[in-house]
């Protein structure tokens, strides 16, 4: 199943390749471009000395017309320990305007920024996620739905805006999950929605700086005809991206962070392995803050390729969540160079407070 699977890939980039250059050609208007990057992941720790995660990413893109385009990305990947197949996101773009683009399919978060913007191989500079924003964290990786998005300006100041309605996040009921959610689902899982939007404001004329505010919320988050049905759940967000150049050292500097908060409404029923009744606040919340410095104005090649970054991130789970317990601390360090814009080495070391400590290293190649 894994050589077929593999097989059909390898045809349907040939096919789409070579059906790409020849709609180009003769209609004029029918574009076709591959992006992505590939990810090969090297763990080293008291217990484990290991390549994990490979990653093969490809984004497809196709220009239908001036105001039509569509963006998908599958992804071949091992971290399970076998190779999966899957698709990451298909999203179709109407250009209405500058100033507003509809999109409908499913496509990456517009909750917050890390996930839909800086989680990426090429972008993050470091080979994991910050605590409470990887798997079992906080907000979807990608959403299935409906949105408009677009930009404002006002003078020297642009705002950004996100509005959208999606299946939104599933509430988990299992004995190891209880009060967690599924936030990726391809279908609703009852008869409501999530709606949600992003709004960022970027008041420097040079547009270095970025502050941003997301929320979400959803009336029902259970199982239709369950006791869960009528669950809600909230979710805001805050984001900060600055980007600047330091004359005296020719260096770049770049800090992101993010804070998310999360509540479940509290006529969730939860039930123990003997069959009782109990429940719990339910209202974790995770934050991370990144520094990066980079010598890339000096004149030479090599120094001027070179970054360290440094990262710190907290999450704060409930004491009595049969997924929760003690909070997650962890601070982070790398040093990376970069083979091209969109392909770099890294080594980083992480302290975490539920793990090893471990010592990353990670290649990614974008194309």
């Not at 317990?325 to 601070?331: A, D, H, K, M």
């Not at 392909?343 to 290293?361: E, F, G, P, W």
Request: contains cysteine.
């Amino acid at each position: 199943m894994k050589k077929l699977l593999l097989i059909f890939s390898a045809c349907f980039l040939y096919n789409a390749v070579i059906h790409g250059q020849l709609l180009s050609k003769e209609s004029g208007q029918n574009k076709f471009a591959i992006y992505g990057n590939a990810e090969a992941v090297y763990v080293s720790n008291k217990e484990q000395k290991s390549f994990t995660d490979i990653n093969f990413k490809p984004i497809f893109l196709w220009k239908i017309s001036d105001k039509l385009f569509v963006e998908a990305e599958t992804e071949i990947e091992t971290g399970d320990g076998v190779v999966n197949f899957g698709l990451e996101y298909a999203n179709m773009n109407y250009i209405v305007n500058q100033y507003l683009i509809l999109h409908a399919g499913r496509f990456l978060p517009k909750f917050g920024a890390y996930r839909g913007r800086f989680a990426e191989g090429f972008l993050n500079r470091f080979a994991s996620n910050p605590a409470g924003f990887g798997d079992g964290g906080i907000g979807a990786s990608v959403e299935t739905g409906f949105g408009a998005l677009g930009s404002l300006p006002f003078g020297d100041v642009k705002v950004l805006y996100d509005v959208y309605v999606v299946n939104g996040p599933h509430l988990l009921t299992d004995s190891a999950n209880q009060g967690q959610f599924d936030y990726e689902a391809y279908t609703s899982n009852n008869n409501d929605q999530a709606y949600g939007g992003r709004l960022a404001i970027l008041p420097l004329s040079n547009s270095s700086l970025e502050v941003g505010f997301s929320l979400q919320h959803k009336a029902k988050t259970g199982d239709l005809g369950t006791i869960d049905e009528k669950v809600s759940l909230d979710m805001q967000a805050v984001d900060l991206n600055y980007y600047t150049s330091i004359q005296p050292i020719k260096s770049t500097l770049r800090i992101i962070g993010e804070f998310r908060h999360q509540k479940v409404g509290n006529n969730a029923v939860y039930t123990k392995p003997d069959g009782t009744d109990f429940s719990f606040t339910n209202s974790p919340s995770c934050y991370y803050a990144m520094g990066s410095l980079r010598p890339s104005l000096l004149e030479n090649k090599f120094l001027r390729n070179i970054e360290v970054a440094v990262r710190s991130s907290y999450f704060k789970r409930p004491v009595n969540a049969p997924w929760g317990g003690s909070n997650i601390r962890s601070t982070e360090i790398a040093l990376d160079y970069w083979l091209n814009w969109n392909s770099l080495l890294k080594i980083s070391y992480q302290n975490r407070s539920d793990a090893l400590n471990t010592v990353y290293a990670q290649v990614v190649f974008g194309f």
